[in-house]
């Protein structure tokens, strides 16, 4: 029972650090970045890289922060920009940046399958449970990554702008906001994240070219549900996350995996927030 | 140019001669392809012939994409889920049930069952009222990761992640499979060639153009939605099992969302809307991975992402069209410039008003709105509107911004938008029926914006207004138009019967209102709704048009229901005023009355509020 | 359009002539292999064994006055990769014979291929029994040689009485494990419960909880090649499981990447490198000498493909030419003095063995603990010759 809880939180933590950057480009651009698989892959390699030279895993983390947020910013310049436009052109041209990310590192890595040591191991007594010391480091880390967003968007004047174009892009620029200089700050940030947050869940499984895609369609779910704002996206990932905990155990692994995607789109169907009356 | 109405005989002639002048080339077309299709495995080596007949039906899969992306609008990044169904409906039958003339039927058929299943629940889910293009995206996309993991949970039966393969089917050679496979590529190529230039066809791009315009035209866009989204499943289930009879082994890649994206690629690729474009790219981009793949896998994939991002960012319209326009530029110089010949030109008909079927007349009222009220959340927009209209009335809504006259035309068109009341039209309770359903009960709505099909020429806006009681054909074009008596005239009188071939959106503001209002009376209404129909008109505009709106009511008997803010306009048509303020009826009666009355000169100068309804 | 449609076929046609090159001067083996996937952790070992066989073998003269040449295809661990590989290799380079481990999706996939293409097939990778075709030997483990000897350990020298086993959702998780279930059940043991992940899924928390649940003496799991082994150690340590830990997929050279969390599993298989013989010093003295720092661990899934390639070369000399039919025939009577000991792929086209039942070390080598000398394959392929 214990086990079970501290999976679902455990599970939610993970799942709210891979989408949080991905909400934050949704709501200031209203644009669904499908390169965040990628970016995440790419963080993931940082996290390798690291190992390779024989550095303390967290070191990783700034590492790969850093380079998220530098693809970041030629990305959004280069093809994200052109389109702010076309939504759907977005996704597809953020899907192909994808590819072309997941090739390069192809060629550098080679297409094989990569591992890296969890920066903190072993196991913790929690009311007489064994549960997985880096698991529960990782809420904290979720915590933190929720918290900071919110102190930044509330309590800086970038912040205040951000949150301004968030609510009516136009109204924004007509009071004097550089909106464009928002999105660009936005987009390297959300990039930034998804690198973090890639680098982090390395050490639980296994790191290949293509390993972000899959989290790239549940953080995608997530995001939709959820609309633009970050408590409302904790609380998707705990309800979600939380089923698909559930529906693993009890069903199958197997169909565990649907449990979020499913459900999210059973959500929209009934109750369509936001997003739905384009 | 018009033609005398009722030259029927001179019509079916001609429009035979249209007929078979647009398909002869098609045929002739499709069988330079089977040719070429025939002598293909003679020249090429077995491992090409492999590789191009698994190509060849991958591009009928990218067809479907093409289909509903280019013409429809919808972006579905999900027909891989339709091809897995066909697919494995053969491995699974195949592999439990044996081989044999029995088994081969079965399994095809549920394939099909099976696609058109899946299908109908993602257009449910995807297809309905409001619903934006993002939504529909998504569950597409959603769709094929369900099925890759229901493929996963299966177990021993369905492989999981091996697969099945090993098991027996059809028996053909190697060139056998290759001629089939081109056979039903060239074949559905040009079926759905002849669909998308027909006047069905234009429908389709015109719900991607203006959904809502074709909503308010009475279209049941969902249930149209639908309907091409289930047959573009079953052609995929069918090159699906097609697929799994030739390469024996299923596996659940084939329902991946990977593969169901690398269509849309290659669709993007090719170009959007073009057919050929999509087919080319996909045949072309297969064959050369299999033949690069051994020798040079990474950089292939890299440039095949790097030039689609450039094609989205740079080429949105894709390689095809491109190229083709390049050609064209080069070729016009010697080819000069086309002339229109007088044999395409559209002929309208004038329907004889005893004919004009429209919508039965029910018993009562042609409008009736009882306590009709709208609110968003505590704000009240509408409250208790009663009101009655009768046919042969003009009817002007004014009052001061704000009032809610918009709103109140909205409620009347659609019936999920008020939020209480009783609305009847020609007697029928429009319940909670969405503007589609409003039209066929006799509601035509002309919006505040002229609200038409900006790409599609003024012939074809007309057509598509009268797509619901003239069925388009799903094969040919037809050059005949009928229009009711009253879009007739406005036709003429506006000066629009001159620019029939003219693209809705370079015609002047003026023009498009009457384009829009044309388009509204072709629908057969008995209850014309307008919405500012004078915004922005010259005088002499605003007098023709007053002059129509006069005889929509007297001679046709309509009834018209008119937001205005034109004062002296309202004052020279209508027969009666409705004043609204703060969503209630201030004041209803004739136009003397109103004008004369204090009560609304002094809402209309804000001059106090305290003066209730009298 | 007719015009676009002439010009493809003509720049198609064009195309295919520039690929395929001629390879009348070598005899080719062809080597689909999972570079990319669940199996590409092991993959790399398995193309330096095949390379060194190459070498040793053009070395002596090479084959029939020919040289001996290898073209690597990537068959990415599954059906539709090998679909593809094997309809590369066979159709488009026209390889002499396929010699290869792959998992059972991709073998299972590529063998109509290989039927169609009348190409004689070794295939090297331990796997589940009871495949069969006209075309292939297999000269690596089956069940019926590799799991009595865990199960029997566990049994008779840990006292373990309940058992779990985990697999990847393929061919070879459920055959393995379906054949150690019957075998437990059999000595009297009982099996807990079996769960399957797809082969590549990298989450397996609610597997753990359920064995968390249930508490067995003993894990026996058996997963595809490389990344599913790791991953599901490395989260099993993670949470603490206390269990005896038996691998029936894992090999040497995996276990070594694991580091840490691969210790004190228990393994069983055909080839350790801590083997002592002869011929394994000196297989292992070649490898050195020709890859130097870049020589990855030999192991259980690419020691077979050295001795297949060196029984083909053998099998071709016997049957004086490379067609598929006498090949055939002939490499069911010649053996071959491998690392592994005596190779001989004449029992229903695979061969006994002698296996090993092991115990990682600290260093990720393997303590060898019991041998069992020329274990029969059982019947495997009863309608072939």
């Known amino acids: 029972m214990v086990a079970q809880l501290l999976d679902v939180v455990s599970t939610a933590a993970i799942l709210y650090a ?21 970016l995440l892959t790419v963080g993931s390699y940082a996290a390798v890289v690291a190992g390779q030279y024989g550095l303390n895993p967290w070191l990783a983390l700034p590492v790969a922060a850093a380079v998220g947020a530098l693809l970041g910013i030629v990305i959004e310049y280069f093809v994200v920009r052109p389109l702010y436009a076309r939504p759907l052109d977005a996704i597809l041209a953020t899907w192909g940046l994808g590819i072309v990310i997941g090739q390069l590192l192809t060629i550098s890595f080679g297409r094989g399958v990569h591992f890296s040591e969890p920066p903190l191991r072993g196991v913790v007594d929690i009311l007489a449970v064994d549960y997985s010391r880096y698991r529960l480091a990782l809420i904290g880390v979720a915590v933190v990554i929720g918290v900071g967003i919110s102190a930044l968007l509330s309590r800086t004047r970038l912040g205040l702008d951000t949150r301004a174009v968030i609510m009516n892009e136009d109204l924004a620029r007509g009071i004097g906001i550089n909106s464009g200089r928002v999105r660009f700050i936005t987009f ?65 692994p197997i169909l565990g995996g649907l449990t979020i995607a499913v459900l999210a789109a059973i959500i929209l169907r009934v109750r369509p927030q936001g997003f739905a009356h384009a | 140019m018009l033609e005398p109405p009722g030259s029927e005989a001179m019509l079916s002639g001609s ?42 039906l991958y591009a009928c899969v990218a067809l479907t994409v093409d289909m509903l992306w280019g013409y429809m609008g919808i972006l579905t990044f999900g027909q891989s889920a339709f091809f897995a169904a066909g697919a494995y409906s053969a491995g699974l039958f195949f592999t439990h049930s044996g081989f044999g003339p029995g088994t081969a039927l079965a399994a095809l058929a549920m394939g099909i069952l099976a696609a058109i299943a899946m299908a109908v629940i993602v257009g449910w889910l995807a297809f309905w009222h409001g619903v934006s293009e993002l939504y529909a995206s998504v569950i597409t996309l959603v769709l094929p990761i369900v099925c890759t993991q229901l493929l996963y949970s299966g177990g021993a039966f369905t492989g999981s992640s091996s697969g099945l393969s090993g098991f027996e089917s059809i028996d053909l050679s190697v060139e056998a499979w290759f001629w089939t496979a081109g056979t039903l590529l060239a074949t559905l190529t040009a079926a759905a060639w002849v669909f998308v230039s027909s006047d069905a066809g234009q429908v389709l791009v015109a719900i991607r153009e203006n959904e809502q315009r074709c909503q308010y035209l009475g279209l049941d866009t969902p249930r149209l939605k639908i309907l091409l989204f289930v047959a573009c499943a079953v052609v995929c289930a069918i090159t699906g099992y097609v697929f799994a009879c030739y390469s024996m082994v299923v596996s659940p890649e084939l329902a991946g969302f990977v593969f169901g994206t690398e269509l849309v690629i290659y669709t993007v690729l090719g170009g959007r809307a073009t057919l050929i474009g999509p087919v080319l790219a996909t045949i072309a981009v297969d064959y050369e991975s299999a ?48 002339r229109a010949s007088t044999a395409d030109l559209p002929i309208i008909d004038v329907l004889d008003p005893a004919e004009a079927i429209g919508t039965s007349a029910g018993s009562g009222a042609a409008l009736r709105l009882e306590g009709v009220a709208k609110h968003f959340g505590s704000l009240k927009v509408l409250d208790g509107i009663t009101l009655t209209a009768g046919a042969g009335e003009l009817v002007s809504l004014v009052g001061p911004n704000g009032a809610g006259k918009t709103t109140l035309m909205r409620c009347i068109a659609d019936g999920l938008e008020r939020s209480s009341g009783r609305i009847e039209v020609n007697g029928h309770d429009i319940g909670r029926s969405p503007p589609e359903f409003c039209v066929r009960l006799g509601v035509g709505r002309k919006f505040q914006t002229a609200n038409v099909f900006n790409t599609l020429t003024v012939a074809e806006c007309l057509r598509i207004a009268r797509a619901r009681l003239d069925r388009p054909s799903v094969f040919s074009r037809s050059r005949l138009i009928r229009l009711p008596p009253a879009a007739y005239r406005t036709l003429v009188a506006t000066g629009l019967d001159q620019k029939l071939d003219s693209p809705a959106g370079i015609l002047s503001h003026g023009l498009k209102q009457a384009l829009e209002l044309t388009m509204v009376l072709a629908l057969e209404a008995r209850v014309i709704l307008l919405d500012e129909p004078t915004a922005g008109l010259t005088k002499e505009e605003r007098a023709v048009i007053g002059s129509i709106l006069k005889d929509l009511v007297k001679v046709d008997g309509l009834c018209v229901l008119l937001v205005e803010h034109d004062l002296d306009f309202v004052r020279q048509i209508s027969s009666r005023v409705v004043v609204l303020h703060q969503g209630k009826i201030l004041l209803d009666g004739s136009v003397d009355e109103v004008v004369e009355s204090h009560l609304v000169k002094s809402i209309y100068s804000g001059a106090g509020h305290q003066a209730g309804p009298t | 359009m007719p015009i676009s449609r002439f010009l493809v076929g003509t720049s198609l046609a064009i195309t295919l002539a520039c690929g395929g090159a001629a ?5 080719t083996i062809g080597v689909p292999v999972g570079l990319s996937g669940a199996n590409s952790v092991v993959a790399p070992s398995v193309v330096q064994a095949a390379e060194l066989a190459v070498d040793e073998i053009n070395a002596a003269g090479g084959l029939l006055g020919k040289k001996l040449a290898l073209e690597v295809a990537d068959d990415g661990s599954g059906a539709a990769g090998a679909q593809k590989a094997f309809d590369a290799l066979i159709f488009q380079k026209k390889v002499n014979v396929l010699i290869s481990m792959e998992t059972s999706a991709a073998r299972n996939a590529g063998l109509p291929i290989v039927t169609r293409g009348k190409t004689p097939f070794i295939y090297t990778s331990f796997y589940e029994g009871r495949s069969c075709n006209k075309y292939m030997y297999i000269n690596a483990w089956v069940p019926d040689q590799q799991v009595a000897p865990m199960v029997d350990f566990f049994m008779d020298k840990k006292d373990s009485k309940t058992f779990f086993l985990i697999g990847s959702d393929y061919a070879f998780g459920r055959g393995m494990l379906s054949f150690t279930k019957n075998y437990v059940e059999k000595r009297g043991g009982k099996v807990l419960g079996d769960e399957y992940n797809p082969m590549d899924a990298t989450d397996w928390t609610a597997i753990i909880s359920k064995i968390r649940a249930t508490n067995p003496d003993a894990l026996l799991m058996s997963t595809a090649g490389g990344a599913p082994n790791v991953t599901l150690t490395k989260q099993l340590r993670a949470a603490g499981i206390k269990a005896h830990f038996g691998n029936l997929g894992l090999d040497e050279g995996t276990a070594k990447s694991m580091g840490a969390d691969a210790e004190g599993t228990y393994l069983a298989g055909s080839y350790y490198t801590s083997v002592e013989t002869p011929a394994n010093t000196k297989f292992l003295g070649a490898m ?67 296996m090993y039942l092991g115990q990682v070390k600290p260093d990720g080598t393997v303590n060898i603990m019991s041998t069992f000398k020329d274990v029969d394959p059982g019947s495997q392929c009863p309608k072939l010759d």
Request: aromatic fraction near 8%; proline fraction near 6%; include cysteine.
């Open chain 1, 188 to 252: 390297a940030v959300g990039s930034s994240l998804a690198a973090a947050a890639g680098m982090l869940i390395t050490p639980l499984s296994s790191v290949d070219p293509n390993m972000g895609t899959p989290w790239l369609v549940n953080a995608f779910m997530l995001v939709l549900v959820s609309g633009s704002s970050l408590v409302s996206l904790a609380i998707a990932c705990v309800v979600l996350g939380g089923a698909q905990v559930l529906v693993s155990s009890y069903v199958s």
């Open chain 2, 291 to 338: 033949q690069l793949s051994g020798d040079y896998p990474f950089v292939w994939k890299l440039i095949l992402g790097s030039v689609f991002v450039v094609v989205i960012v740079a080429f949105p319209r894709g390689l095809l069209p491109f190229v083709g326009d390049l050609l064209r530029r080069a070729t016009a110089a010697w080819r000069g410039s086309p």
């Open chain 1, 18 to 38: 891979v989408a949080a950057g991905l909400l934050l480009v949704f709501g200031v651009m209203k644009i669904i970045n499908f390169a965040h698989g990628a």
């Open chain 2, 15 to 56: 429009a035979l001669q249209q007929t078979r002048g647009r398909l002869l080339p098609v045929l002739a077309v499709l069988l330079t392809c089977l040719a070429v299709v025939g002598i293909a495995p003679y020249l090429l080596d077995t491992y090409s012939v492999n590789v191009l007949t698994r190509s060849l």
């Open chain 3, 288 to 354: 050195k000498t020709k890859f130097g720092e870049k020589l990855l661990t030999p192991n259980d899934l690419s020691t077979p493909q050295y001795e297949a390639v060196h029984l083909y070369a053998l099998a071709v000399k016997k049957a004086g030419t490379t067609d598929a039919e006498p090949v055939l025939a002939a490499l069911k009577d010649v053996s071959f003095e491998g690392p592994r000991g005596l190779i001989q792929m004449n029992k229903e086209r695979h061969a006994p063995l002698t």
């Open chain 3, 23 to 27: 390879f009348a001067q070598n005899i």
